[in-house]
């Protein structure tokens, strides 16, 4: 019954090799964010959709872009990963869609990237 | 901007010795929102709490409790009897609305890792 998947687990890749990570979810929610975690640090919002809009914090690098094709999956493309973006990658998805109520955030197990 | 400080980096314990973990959080919000989350070593963010800004009542939940002051910004959280299986990072979070309503990112603290010996 898991809710939201991230697949790979672990992820290996070459310095400037292209690599793409998935998400799924189960739970039908229409916004889906990406969080970027390194080492012993707290998690970084990245970007997030918001059904088919896209939204990019301001400091996230260009090197990181996001798909998300349809509601239950979303992917976060790396274009030349350097060793820098070496990090945990989370995937969350929320409710949303009322200002002012707040729903949690449910994150996937998340995909560990390693850059070699 | 939001802001969430976890003074504590690292706690350790030994089982069945009850141990809170603190938060602060600063914000100009008048509506917002609170979460801890839990981090075990697999990674997976596990979501223990929310509490709004207008709700100040403090929250038991079996060994955890969570106690909210307004006053001091804080939003402090306590595991009594620790085990074990409690071992884990804990993240204090705030909600910060973002420009499309309905979606918000979480500013997280540093984290406060949690270590309870047997």
């Known amino acids: 019954d898991a809710m939201v998947i991230q697949n790979p687990r672990y992820q290996v890749t070459q310095f400037g090799k292209p690599v793409t990570l998935s998400c799924s979810q189960t739970l039908n929610h229409n916004v889906m964010y990406w969080y970027q975690q390194k080492s012993s640090q707290a998690p970084k919002l990245l970007f997030h959709y918001y059904d088919k809009d896209f939204n990019n914090e301001a400091d996230t690098p260009d090197n990181f872009q996001s798909r998300r094709p349809n509601t239950s999956f979303c992917f976060l493309d790396i274009r030349s990963p350097g060793l820098g973006d070496a990090a945990m990658y989370l995937c969350?998805?929320?409710?949303?869609?009322?200002?002012?109520?707040?729903?949690?955030?449910?994150f996937g197990p998340g995909t560990r990237l390693t850059v070699t | 901007a939001q802001k969430v400080t976890q003074a504590q980096t690292e706690i350790s314990v030994v089982e069945k010795e009850d141990v809170t973990l603190d938060c602060v959080y600063e914000?100009?919000?008048?509506?917002?929102?609170l979460f801890w989350y839990k981090q075990p070593p697999s990674g997976e963010l596990v979501f223990l709490i929310r509490?709004?800004?207008?709700?100040?009542q403090n929250e038991i939940s079996g060994r955890y409790s969570w106690n909210f002051q307004k006053s001091t910004s804080s939003f402090n959280f306590t595991i009594t009897a620790s085990q074990v299986v409690d071992s884990a990072v804990y993240f204090c979070?705030?909600?910060?609305?973002?420009?499309?309503?309905?979606?918000?990112?979480?500013?997280f603290g540093k984290g406060t890792k949690l270590t309870v010996n047997p």
């Open positions: 509490r709004n800004s207008f709700d100040e």
């Open positions: 914000t100009r919000d008048t509506t917002y929102y």
């Open positions: 979070a705030l909600s910060e609305a973002l420009s499309q309503g309905g979606s918000e990112k979480l500013v």
């Open positions: 969350a998805t929320s409710m949303g869609g009322l200002r002012d109520k707040s729903y949690e955030q449910y």
